[in-house]
C-alpha cells in the first residue's frame, strides 16, 4: 500500500503507540484515530494520586527517576510533536468521566498539534470528547454502534472512500 491509503488506529495505551508512531513518521499514514488515548505520559505517570500509576510503575517506570524520566519524555506523544510536519488527518476522542485517562490528555494533544503541525499540508485535527462517557466508551450498544459509524465515517471520509467520491469513480 502507499501512505496516502494507511490508516492506524489505537485505543488507551494503543493510542499511546498512534500518538508516538505519528510523531517519528508522520509521513506513513494518511489517517490515524486515536481513542482514549494515553498521549501525556510523564505528567501522568508522575502524579501518584492518578488511579493507576503507582501500580504501573514497575511496568513503565517511575518519572520520578531520572533515567525513567528521560527515557518517557524520549516517545511521550504530547512531548514530541514536530514543528512543521505533514501530519496525518486525526480523530482524537476522549470521554469527560475516564478516570484511566483523563479527558484533558487528548485535547492538550490536539491543542499541540494544531499548534504545531504544517496546516498547509497536513490532515483535519479533531477532537471529539464524549460528554457522558469514560474510558470504556458506550455500554449501551446502540451508542457503541453509533460512535463507531462516526470513526469509521471520519476514516472513510478522510481516505476520500465516501460513497459520493466511490461512484465518480466507477
Not at 533515567?67 to 516517545?75: A, I, L, P, R, W
Not at 499548534?115 to 466508551?137: P, R, W, Y
Amino acid at each position: 500500500t502507499t501512505p496516502s491509503q494507511l490508516s492506524c488506529e489505537g485505543r488507551s495505551a494503543g493510542g499511546l503507540l498512534i500518538g508516538a508512531v505519528i510523531n517519528q513518521a508522520p509521513e506513513l499514514f494518511k489517517v490515524a484515530i486515536l481513542g482514549v488515548p494515553f498521549l501525556d505520559v510523564v505528567c501522568t505517570m508522575i502524579d501518584s494520586t492518578i488511579p493507576l500509576t503507582c501500580t504501573e510503575w514497575e511496568e513503565w517506570g517511575n518519572p520520578n527517576e531520572g533515567k525513567f524520566f528521560d527515557y518517557m519524555m524520549e516517545y511521550s506523544p504530547i512531548n514530541n510533536v514536530k514543528t512543521d510536519a505533514k501530519y496525518p488527518s486525526c480523530l482524537v476522542t476522549g470521554g469527560l468521566h475516564d478516570p484511566r485517562v483523563q479527558y484533558w490528555e487528548p485535547a492538550k494533544f490536539v491543542a499541540e498539534l494544531r499548534h504545531n503541525h504544517n496546516v498547509e499540508t497536513s490532515g483535519q485535527v479533531c477532537l471529539k470528547i464524549d460528554m457522558t462517557a469514560g474510558h470504556f466508551s458506550a455500554s449501551d450498544r446502540y451508542k457503541y454502534l453509533k460512535e463507531l459509524a462516526f470513526d469509521y465515517a471520519f476514516l472513510l471520509h478522510q481516505l476520500n472512500l465516501s460513497e459520493k467520491n466511490l461512484n465518480e469513480m466507477k
